[in-house]
């Protein structure tokens, strides 16, 4: 009856949810399932063509797992048993009271690790089908109005389904097959993050202690100008490291390189500590992600939905910077959203709840998301914000003040791991009065972009001179 294209995280909580509401639903997804047995040999091996940030740093946010462990708890306790830790988010450095919040935990984990699983266990859910064939378009009959009727493959074959739902994620082709048919996308809001990363796995020695100099539990993290970096602790002794850098500045594509990465790495105290040949040694290239935009869609069009029947999830729907990981987590609520509103097909009422109620959860992240971003990328530019940007206040007073207190952590933690709407922290004046008075002593250390580069240059002819 419901046909899903693709099944990567957004198609498989959205089978999911709808089968256990007991709806039948198929999923066409061209790439093979990764080994959930072997999870080493999946990181290294697994071909996922249509997931380009397969190797790329994720995470599940704590709203999903207060989502899952309340409607899947199946589910939770296989993301769990497949070596995913639970992370209690709080501050924890020397002499700084210890704030503990009982729903601020994360789960994290290697992709690789957490997909199939998440694959392993829709399989096993009653009215779920796995069909491998890649969708070459949505059918759409429109008359008497839009609506979608079924699911061309690229075989030339036409399955009829009642309801269709592009789970296809960021390089959804739905824009291209509305076209086809006649009809007029919906004009996405679209914003480049301003910044491309480049990220590498490491594996802890046996019994190796890693000290953490940032107090940040999951990993050393911190921002400079120009650039920041994020490592995070995840299932079998792996770790990743990642640098988030201005995309605009080329200098930095010399981080691609193994040896460049690493030298850079050692340049930075915390995450030397975490890269000494003595605690880990790297088991993964170097990957670059770039192109990273920050995008939404509505599908609502005076009101009424496009194409009746067609739904649209996960990064088809709406995508923020992998910067903020909230990715997963906006595809898991919204396959929960639409499970409690979809009341089978030709209910337009229902589609168009679905839809208002979508758009009130997802917006705001990408909002917030496009906001962020455009500040950070004013202040890597060396441009001054006005004293009333509240993203401004946001990334030079609220985050680096989290480092320090334990409040404003908690706070700034919540906000990133989705349990608080992400305006709500500006109307926190307590909290901003708090970070106020944290940095009343300036930042820990004054780094220009020059001093940024320098160091990468120096980096550089590191790496070099041992091959020289």
């Not at 850079?264 to 105290?269: L, V």
């Not at 499970?339 to 990408?366: L, S």
Request: proline letters at 7%.
């Amino acid at each position: 009856m419901i046909g899903i294209v693709g099944g990567s995280f957004a198609g498989l909580f959205a089978a999911r949810a709808l089968a256990l509401k007991g709806w039948r639903v198929t999923v066409f997804e061209p790439d093979e399932p990764g080994d959930t047995e072997d999870v080493d040999r999946t990181f290294d091996e697994w071909h996922r063509p249509g997931v380009p940030q397969l190797r790329q740093p994720h995470s599940i946010r704590a709203l999903a797992r207060t989502l899952l462990l309340e409607r899947d708890p199946e589910m939770a306790t296989d993301l769990l048993a497949c070596g995913g830790i639970e992370w209690s988010y709080s501050l924890r450095r020397p002499g700084v009271e210890r704030v503990e919040d009982p729903d601020l935990i994360g789960i994290m984990a290697r992709r690789t690790t957490f997909e199939p699983v998440v694959r392993a266990r829709v399989e096993k859910t009653p009215g779920v089908t796995f069909v491998k064939a890649y969708a070459e378009s949505v059918v759409i009959d429109r008359v008497p109005t839009p609506r979608a009727t079924g699911i061309r493959l690229r075989d030339g074959n036409e399955l009829p389904f009642e309801c269709i739902i592009d789970a296809s994620g960021r390089r959804t082709r739905l824009p291209e097959w509305l076209r086809r048919a006649g009809i007029e996308p919906p004009a996405p809001q679209s914003q480049s993050a301003g910044m491309i990363y480049y990220s590498r796995y490491f594996r802890f020695h046996p019994g190796a202690q890693a000290v953490n100099m940032t107090g940040i539990r999951s990993g050393p993290a911190g921002v400079m100008p120009l650039m920041a970096f994020r490592s995070n602790m995840l299932d079998r002794a792996t770790f990743s490291l990642m640098f988030a850098v201005a995309s605009w500045e080329p200098r930095f594509r010399v981080l691609k390189r193994d040896a460049v990465f690493n030298a850079y790495a050692n340049r930075i105290p915390a995450a030397a500590a975490w890269i000494d040949p003595e605690i880990s040694v790297p088991i993964s290239k170097v990957r670059a992600f770039g192109d990273i935009y920050n995008t939404y869609w509505d599908f609502l069009r005076e009101g009424r939905p496009i194409v009746a029947n067609l739904y649209s999830l996960g990064d088809a729907r709406v995508h923020t910077s992998p910067y903020f990981g909230w990715g997963i987590t906006l595809a898991l609520k919204q396959a929960y959203l639409l499970a409690d509103t979809f009341a089978g097909p030709n209910n337009e009422g229902r589609q168009i709840e679905f839809e208002k109620a979508a758009g009130a959860f997802c917006y705001p992240y990408y909002e917030g998301a496009a906001l962020e971003d455009n500040a950070r990328s004013a202040l890597w530019k060396g441009e001054t914000l006005r004293d009333d940007d509240r993203y401004g206040v946001y990334l030079t007073v609220l985050t680096p003040a989290a480092s320090r207190d334990p409040y404003v952590y908690r706070e700034v933690y919540r906000r990133t791991n989705m349990l608080r709407h992400p305006d709500a922290i500006f109307l926190q004046s307590e909290i901003i009065d708090r970070a106020r008075q944290a940095m009343r002593l300036g930042p820990d250390n004054a780094i220009s972009a020059a001093d940024v580069l320098a160091s990468l240059t120096e980096a550089e002819k590191c790496a070099l001179q041992p091959a020289q």
